[in-house]
């Protein structure tokens, strides 16, 4: 069983950065993609970015030039890097993790930007 375990959330204001961290239980490149996704009140879970096994990125029109997805393969940690940040960030994060047969989620970490 895989475990996804997020950390890195928070209180930030407008215009500020944070750096979010998702480490799994298991060798990150056997999974078909990770990323991350998020759910602010009263929303659908959307997705924000997705990392594939063989490193191409895809982000979300709404974070592109703000947030940045990497991986450490030897920490078996994916981390989400979001700068510039806006109140309608706010939401809880998930990662999330693509094994072709089963989707994993982390617990979720908050994010809250204030204005």
């Excluded at 959330?9 to 056997?30: E, M, N, P, T």
């Excluded at 947030?67 to 999330?96: G, W």
């Excluded at 989620?105 to 809250?112: L, M, R």
């Amino acid at each position: 069983q895989v475990q996804l375990v997020e950390s890195g959330g928070g209180l930030v204001q407008d215009g500020g950065s944070l750096r979010l961290s998702c480490a799994a239980s298991g060798s990150i490149i056997s999974f078909k993609d990770m990323g991350w996704y998020r759910q602010a009140p009263g929303k659908q879970r959307e997705l924000v970015t997705t990392i594939t096994r063989g490193g191409s990125t895809n982000y979300a029109d709404s974070v592109k030039g703000r947030f940045t997805i990497s991986r450490d393969i030897a920490k078996n940690t994916v981390y989400l890097q979001m700068n510039s940040l806006k109140p309608e960030d706010t939401a809880v994060y998930y990662c999330h993790a693509n094994s072709w047969t089963y989707n994993y989620w982390g617990q979720g970490t908050q994010v809250t930007v204030s204005s």
